[in-house]
């Protein structure tokens, strides 16, 4: 089930114990602000074994099916998507942010501005839909997005970018302020993948709980495992 949710693992790609303390923190920056933001997904589990082209992944596990979002689960979700790359600015500084954070960006840019475009959540641009698609993309055209035909002036374009920056600031600060107000929480939970690798939802909760976390099962085996191949590979 993990591997058809969160990719397969690539345990042979090798990673320092710096990239691999950066990716906690990551990670854990997502699951904090998800936890913490009204109406989203529960987080099923946190990882930094890479899996695909990630590092990292938090994966969130809907309790429901749903056909549609209303606007305070997107504003939640643009908030946990920038958890990551806040964590790391809180931790490293701005200067040591890294490019691990290009995928969360390019999502929540295209939530919040299809929230101003498609959906009519914006109070300034209201139920319009600005912008259409072509759904019968010509040669040469991509067959993904199809044709984008602009039906707005110049001036709506720069409200619409407005209200698009507007949401995506908005979404920054309120992660920021819940990750600043729980750094202790932050530095916990990265300790703990650090120590574990992987942690399920009732670690991730004794961790909100301000609690130790208890080991995975089996742990002392796997322990006991890495100890060997360890005392193997420096012989």
């Given at each position: 089930?993990?591997?058809?949710?969160m990719?397969?693992?690539?345990?042979?790609?090798?990673m320092?114990?710096?990239e691999?303390r950066?990716?906690?923190y990551?990670?854990s920056?997502?699951t904090?602000?998800g936890l913490l933001?009204p109406?989203h997904?529960?987080?099923?589990?946190?990882?930094?074994i890479?899996r695909?082209?990630?590092?990292?992944?938090t994966?969130y596990?809907?309790?429901?099916?749903?056909?549609?979002?209303?606007?305070?689960?997107?504003e939640?979700m643009?908030a946990?998507l920038?958890?990551?790359?806040?964590?790391e600015?809180l931790i490293y500084?701005s200067?040591?942010?890294?490019?691990?954070?290009?995928?969360?960006?390019?999502r929540?840019?295209?939530?919040?501005?299809?929230m101003?475009?498609?959906?009519?959540l914006?109070d300034?641009m209201g139920?319009i839909?600005?912008?259409?698609e072509d759904?019968?993309?010509?040669?040469?055209?991509?067959?993904?997005?199809?044709q984008?035909e602009?039906?707005f002036s110049?001036e709506?374009?720069?409200i619409?970018?407005?209200?698009?920056?507007?949401?995506?600031d908005?979404?920054?600060?309120?992660s920021?302020k819940?990750l600043?107000?729980n750094?202790?929480i932050?530095?916990?939970?990265?300790?703990?993948l650090?120590?574990?690798?992987?942690l399920?939802a009732?670690?991730?909760?004794?961790?909100?709980?301000r609690?130790d976390?208890a080991?995975?099962?089996?742990?002392d085996d796997?322990k006991?495992?890495?100890?060997?191949?360890?005392?193997?590979?420096g012989e």
């Open positions: 089930k993990d591997k058809i949710m990719g397969a693992e690539r345990r042979t790609m090798a320092t114990d710096d691999k950066l990716t906690a990551h990670e920056g997502h904090i602000v933001m109406d997904d529960p987080v099923y589990k946190v990882s930094i890479p695909g082209r990630a590092l990292g992944v994966m596990l809907p309790e429901e099916d749903r056909v549609s979002y209303s606007r305070q689960r997107l939640s643009l946990s920038y958890g990551g790359r806040i964590a600015d500084g200067k040591n942010v890294t490019t691990g954070a290009s995928n969360d960006i390019q929540a840019s295209e939530i919040a501005r299809n101003v475009k498609k959906w009519g914006s300034k139920p839909m600005y912008g259409s759904q019968q993309p010509f040669l040469g055209q991509s067959m993904g997005g199809g984008q602009q039906n110049g709506t374009a720069n619409i970018d407005r209200e698009v920056r507007s949401l995506i908005s979404s920054y600060k309120q920021e819940i600043k107000e750094i202790d932050l530095h916990s939970m990265s300790e703990a650090m120590l574990y690798e992987t399920d009732s670690q991730i909760k004794d961790l909100m709980d609690k976390c080991p995975p099962e089996g742990w796997i006991s495992d890495k100890n060997d191949k360890s005392g193997k590979s």
